[in-house]
């Protein structure tokens, strides 16, 4: 098993930038593949960012794509997703995710229901 805490949310201007953190405890952080979703007050939980076990392919949302930047230090057992140019609409709880995988393959996962952990969430607010 993994587990993981989010940090580095908060409250942040229309067009701020800020980095969130995704801490892995546990089982080896490159056995998993990971993922950040958001879920704002009202809505489904929706896929944002995603990262294969070594880095070398990412994933995004349209909605984010050229804004946010998913990657990770394994060294470090954290992943981050950097965020620019914030919108009001980016407005959500953050969650950082983790899917077991062999290192032999270097996909990426965009459904929730792919993702075995999950960390406890950390709230954006982007104030216009």
């Known amino acids: 098993q993994v587990q993981l805490v989010e940090s580095g949310g908060g409250l942040v201007q229309v067009g701020g930038s800020l980095r969130l953190s995704c801490a892995a405890s546990g089982r080896t952080f490159e056995d998993y593949a990971m993922g950040w979703f958001r879920q704002a007050p009202g809505k489904e939980r929706e896929f944002v960012a995603a990262i294969s076990w070594s880095g070398y392919t990412t994933a995004y949302a349209d909605s984010v794509k050229g804004r946010f930047a998913i990657s990770r230090d394994n060294g470090k057992n954290t992943g981050y997703l950097q965020m620019n140019c914030l919108k009001p609409e980016d407005t959500a709880v953050y969650y950082c995710?983790?899917?077991?995988?062999?290192?032999?393959?270097?996909?990426?996962?965009?459904?929730?229901?792919?993702?075995?952990?999950w960390g406890q969430g950390t709230q954006v607010t982007v104030s216009s």
């Open positions: 995710a983790a899917a077991p995988i062999a290192r032999t393959l270097v996909h990426v996962f965009r459904e929730t229901y792919e993702y075995d952990y």
